[in-house]
């Protein structure tokens, strides 16, 4: 169920906000609702914004046959779009994760 809010909130706040507010949807969220350990609250976080990235970068990329985010790849010297797609997948899941981490962590020093 965290999963699934994760994932709303933070589309939401994506459409009105810079991508920094991916963080602020999985800190609260596991500062609200528990989970059973640590690295659960880390897999939830980097699972729901990894998706969310992966989901909507494809999006753009066959929204555009490959041609933005070839061009961005070539900015970044990468070979092709669709590995820009997946490095952006893993910086966003590794934010979201940590910040998941981080309100887990935060809820359980203040019990």
């Known amino acids: 169920m965290n999963l699934l809010i994760i994932l709303l909130v933070t589309a939401i706040l994506q459409y009105f906000g810079p991508w920094w507010t991916v963080a602020l949807a999985p800190f609260l969220v596991l500062l609200w609702r528990p989970t059973s350990s640590s690295f659960h609250a880390f897999l939830t976080g980097f699972a729901a914004v990894?998706?969310?990235w992966f989901g909507y970068g494809l999006y753009q990329h066959i929204g555009s046959d490959g041609a933005m985010s070839n061009r961005i790849a070539q900015i970044f010297s990468l070979p092709n779009g669709l590995?820009?797609?997946?490095?952006?997948?893993?910086v966003g899941g590794l934010v979201g994760g940590l910040a998941a981490l981080s309100g887990c962590l935060v809820r359980k020093a203040t019990q």
């Not at 590995?83 to 893993?90: C, H, S, Y």
């Open 50 to 52: 990894g998706i969310l």
């Open 83 to 90: 590995l820009l797609l997946l490095v952006t997948t893993l």
